[in-house]
C-alpha cells in the first residue's frame, strides 16, 4: 500500500488443492477486503455467484 492504493490479489485455479469448507472460508475472509481476481476450472469451486460483484465464463474459448 505504499501508493495508497489497495492490493489486488490474483488466485489461479483457486479450488484445485483446497477442500469445499476451506474454500469458503478463503472467500469469505477476502470479500470486501480487496480487488480479487480468481481463476477456477469449475463454477462451484467459486462457492456461487453471490460471492461476486462481477464474473464472467469462457466457455469453449468464447466469454459468455
Not at 490474483?10 to 480487488?35: C, K, Y
Amino acid at each position: 500500500r505504499t501508493l495508497g492504493e489497495p492490493p489486488i490479489l490474483m488466485l489461479d485455479d483457486f479450488g484445485s488443492e483446497l477442500d469445499p469448507a476451506r474454500r469458503m472460508a478463503v472467500l469469505a475472509g477476502l470479500r470486501g477486503s480487496m480487488q480479487v481476481l480468481i481463476t477456477a476450472t469449475h463454477p462451484r469451486d467459486l462457492g456461487g455467484e453471490a460471492r461476486f460483484d462481477l464474473s464472467a465464463e469462457i466457455r469453449h474459448g468464447t466469454l459468455v
